[in-house]
């Protein structure tokens, strides 16, 4: 299936957690439906230009039996008739990088690769937008998500897709070796804003508050709490305009035996938004909350104030 996606984007492995992601940013509607294709430890593709969907699945398809990035897409390449319209990227999970080109890509186009990443655009305002890309990326601190935003960002900065702002997405999977099973870290779309990569950072700012939570409650629940406190202070210097996240580290510190922490975090939460204290019950009788008749009595007597 050939769909329009005029963009520019970036494919990246981080070395040290082997986290792969994709971001992307585009004047086309939902850039994130058709661009960005990651899969955990297999490999990451973006898929652009006159985009092919099925270089996506198919490229992680190859690339999870075994080949590299290079023989993944020249494979590809090599099948496809119309090759020369497509602009395609893929990195394996081994952190090799490949990427095409084609020579109809409308101007400006280009790529740049580097170490376990590689950044490209087509329709792009300035013929330096990629290597400002490649620059932002290698220089930008944080993990990796942080990394393939300010990329974005960085892009945008240089002139961006020359017609404009309207959509983005940022995908992050864990590594190979994450001991917190999700399907994703980051997974954010941005299918139509005059300001997607603001609506982005505004999203990523939110996603790392459950982030952190998720740390947390993994640590309170493999006994590491040196590790959750820690986890539970990045949560804190977050403002994310909902108190869920404490909610459900403090439900998890209730859980494993850590009462008086958790007392603290939920007089705060019921403070500002008492719709949690209602929970309680549920919880317990759910088997998600200690079902000790004494401990719900003293969650729920906790003032509001």
Not at 89 to 106: E, K, L, P, T
Not at 220 to 241: C, P
């Amino acid at each position: 299936m050939e769909i329009v996606a005029h963009t520019y984007s970036i494919v990246a492995r981080d070395p040290e957690t082997g986290q792969l992601g994709v971001g992307v940013q585009s004047h086309s509607f939902a850039c994130g439906a058709v661009v960005p294709w990651v899969e955990q430890g297999v490999g990451a593709v973006a898929t652009q230009a006159m985009a092919d969907i099925s270089y996506g699945p198919l490229g992680l398809e190859l690339m999870r039996a075994g080949k590299t990035a290079e023989q993944a897409l020249a494979g590809l390449v090599a099948a496809d008739p119309e090759s020369d319209i497509r602009q395609v990227a893929m990195i394996d999970g081994s952190g090799r990088v490949a990427v095409h080109s084609g020579s109809r890509c409308i101007a400006h186009a280009g790529h740049v690769i580097g170490d376990q990443f590689s950044v490209q655009g087509n329709l792009l305002a300035k013929p330096d937008v990629w290597e400002k890309m490649a620059e932002a990326y290698q220089k930008a601190k944080g993990d990796l998500s942080e990394r393939i935003l300010n990329a974005l960002e960085a892009a945008q900065k240089a002139g961006g897709d020359v017609r404009g702002m309207q959509s983005a997405a940022l995908i992050v999977v864990p590594g190979p070796d994450d001991p917190i099973r999700r399907p994703a870290i980051t997974n954010l779309r941005v299918d139509d804003s005059r300001q997607p990569l603001l609506e982005l950072r505004r999203l990523l700012t939110i996603q790392r508050a459950y982030e952190w939570k998720a740390q947390g409650i993994h640590a309170v629940e493999q006994g590491d709490m040196k590790t959750a406190r820690e986890s539970y202070g990045k949560l804190r210097g977050l403002v994310v305009g909902t108190r869920e996240p404490l909610f459900w580290y403090a439900t998890a510190l209730a859980r494993h035996g850590h009462l008086d922490e958790a007392l603290v975090i939920f007089k705060e939460v019921f403070a500002v938004e008492p719709v949690w204290r209602s929970l309680i019950d549920r919880l317990a009788k759910a088997g998600f909350f200690p079902a000790d008749e004494a401990i719900v009595s003293r969650v729920k007597s906790l003032p509001e104030k």
